[in-house]
């Protein structure tokens, strides 16, 4: 038996595919102030979240809200001009709806891109951290219930959740560009509150570089549709837990949107390279 989430999925996707204009191969969400990515897409078709059959709706006034189909250095891309967070009140499987329907229509690349707090001391803000591996502290999976064999297996592999051939053409993309990466490990934290002086000890402790309040829910998912997925993070801010300074949230965002002239420029020339 059906349950409404499957009936919800396939009817969204219906919805879509009568619409867009082509089957795309590869999928990005862009995080907190780096939605401006989007200038650089060939848009070919457009439309808000809210006029989406099912889509949830963002309550964070950083994201825009909206579905892009277009072409990003001559390859057929869908954006995500906005997510959704566990914060926010919604599921994990209910944050990760628009890109489990967009999952269905077969693309092979996922591309996810955050603003997160640094927790590595040799980092800076305004760095960019490549993500080679996650640790998930959100109390939920997206996963959890009734799994569709034609979605994707019960039991996914995460060994390597973040594609290393992704990751190296990435790297290689940055050095000729003489662009500085880092790389390192990112905890998802339920949020919305900020991290304690005695929180970041711990979440340095258990071997993360970054924190945020997203992504990995998506990279789950986009793993069990078998997509590959590469997984960047702007670093806003970089807090010693000995000498801890007060973190605002429109620090965070400013210190994205003055990366992302730079991200752009790299993700745009990866984009050529695959």
Not at 71 to 99: D, Q
Not at 233 to 244: E, G, K, L, R, T
């Amino acid at each position: 038996m059906q349950d409404l989430y499957y009936k919800r999925l396939f009817e969204t996707f219906s919805f879509l595919k009568e619409q867009v204009p082509f089957h795309p191969e590869i999928v990005i969400t862009l995080g907190t102030g780096l939605s401006n990515l989007s200038e650089a897409v060939e848009k070919e078709w457009i439309m808000p979240y809210a006029e989406i059959p099912n889509f949830p709706q963002s309550t964070v006034e950083t994201h825009a809200g909206e579905l892009i189909f277009g072409r990003l250095s001559n390859k057929k891309v869908v954006l995500l001009r906005g997510r959704f967070h566990y914060y926010e009140g919604y599921s994990a499987k209910e944050l990760t709806f628009p890109l489990r329907v967009l999952t269905l229509f077969k693309p092979t690349i996922y591309l996810v891109s955050n603003a997160a707090g640094g927790l590595n001391l040799s980092f800076r803000a305004g760095d960019l951290m490549l993500i080679k591996d996650h640790i998930n502290l959100i109390p939920d999976n997206p996963l959890r219930g009734i799994n569709y064999e034609e979605l994707g297996p019960r039991f996914p592999d995460l060994s390597c959740p973040y594609a290393q051939d992704l990751r190296n053409l990435f790297k290689d993309t940055a050095r000729a560009l003489g662009e500085e990466l880092q790389e390192g490990v990112y905890v998802a934290v339920p949020g919305p509150s900020l991290e304690t002086p005695a929180e970041t000890k711990f979440l340095r402790m258990i071997g993360a570089d970054a924190v945020g309040m997203s992504t990995v829910p998506e990279v789950i998912v986009a793993i069990h549709a078998g997509l590959k997925v590469l997984g960047v993070s702007v670093i806003a801010n970089v807090n010693n837990p000995d000498n801890f300074q007060p973190i605002l949230f429109e620090d965070v965002v400013a210190e994205a949107q003055r990366a992302e002239k730079r991200l752009t420029k790299l993700v745009v020339e990866f984009l050529k390279r695959i």
